[in-house]
């Protein structure tokens, strides 16, 4: 993966950023209530420029990262995965995301830019998503076959629509809150999401005080751009279902994509393709990884070597 320097350079600055970009886990409830909060200022800011997005386009593939974050949350084998995809007939048109058990999160919009009039002026994105699909799959160590569920879109909102796939495909309520929180000059200053899941036995009195404390959390990356700490928000507004934090992991922009990866890609080609490409051009040739727009380029030479 190449990413693109956001921090020029300031190795200290990117530590930093790197060390608050975390996902907890928590219980409460007396162990009938499980719950995940990321912080993810830093992976969002990453993913906007390595896909050089705007704002609204961030802000929609920046909820599907953070969604896609917290669905690993429950991952306890290293080769475990998940992937979110939408597919709609609205400007978004759909996008693709990825994580895994290690916090690693990568994926794209389906359109490269959302075509949509004054877009400063929308109230909310349910009319950018249209008609169409949430799929959620699930590729999971030593099962026979990924597990995969699908609904129909009926908010037009990833956070909604995805508790409402937990209650129609998997039968168990499930709340999200997802939040990219933009500065007046249109930086991303806060980023982050939670979520909450019932457990065998839990008290439908407290699942109800649950889900009207996260719906009251209006905006957790404004919160997190104010210093406050995933810890910090979890203790204090679930203070009266007595939480407690289980323990915290890395969450990041990151792909596993490389040059070798791409000259893999390459000597995939057949014989006349590649003979074709070396003989026309142009160059340098290049091939971009679509999960996270990182750019390999080679040179004639390179590519005469793989015809050899």
Do not use: W
């Not at 949430?134 to 030593?142: A, C, D, F, G, S």
């Not at 036995?201 to 751009?225: M, N, R, T, W, Y």
């Amino acid at each position: 993966m190449i990413k693109k320097d956001i921090f020029k350079k300031d190795v200290r600055e990117q530590f930093r950023a790197s060390a608050r970009d975390r996902m907890y886990r928590f219980i409460m409830a007396d162990r009938t209530i499980k719950g995940a909060i990321v912080h993810t200022i830093r992976m969002v800011n990453e993913m906007r420029a390595n896909h050089d997005l705007d704002p609204l386009e961030t802000l929609v593939l920046g909820q599907a990262y953070i969604a896609a974050s917290l669905l690993c949350s429950g991952f306890k084998d290293k080769n475990d995965r998940v992937s979110l995809n939408i597919q709609c007939s609205g400007p978004i048109k759909g996008l693709d995301v990825e994580s895994n058990a290690y916090g690693e999160v990568r994926g794209y919009l389906k359109t490269g830019r959302i075509e949509v009039q004054a877009p400063a002026k929308l109230k909310s994105l349910s009319s950018l998503y249209g008609a169409g699909f949430l799929t959620v799959t699930k590729y999971v160590e030593n099962a026979p076959a990924p597990y995969s569920g699908q609904v129909a879109l009926e908010y037009g909102s990833i956070a909604e629509d995805l508790a409402n796939y937990f209650l129609v495909s998997e039968q168990i309520p499930t709340g999200f809150r997802l939040s990219v929180f933009f500065d007046e000059a249109e930086e991303v200053r806060g980023a982050g999401g939670i979520f909450l899941q019932a457990l065998p036995g839990a008290d439908p009195a407290k699942l109800a005080e649950a889900e009207k404390i996260i719906q009251g959390i209006h905006s957790l990356g404004e919160v997190f751009s104010k210093g406050k700490t995933p810890e910090e928000v979890v203790l204090e507004e679930f203070s009266t279902l007595d939480p407690r934090i289980l323990d915290n992991s890395r969450v990041e922009f990151f792909c596993r994509c490389s040059r070798d990866r791409m000259v893999g890609f390459l000597k995939g080609l057949s014989p006349a393709e590649r003979e074709d490409m070396a003989a026309k051009g142009p160059f340098p040739i290049e091939v971009r990884c679509h999960h996270c727009n990182s750019l390999y380029q080679f040179n004639k030479e390179e590519l005469t070597a793989l015809c050899g």
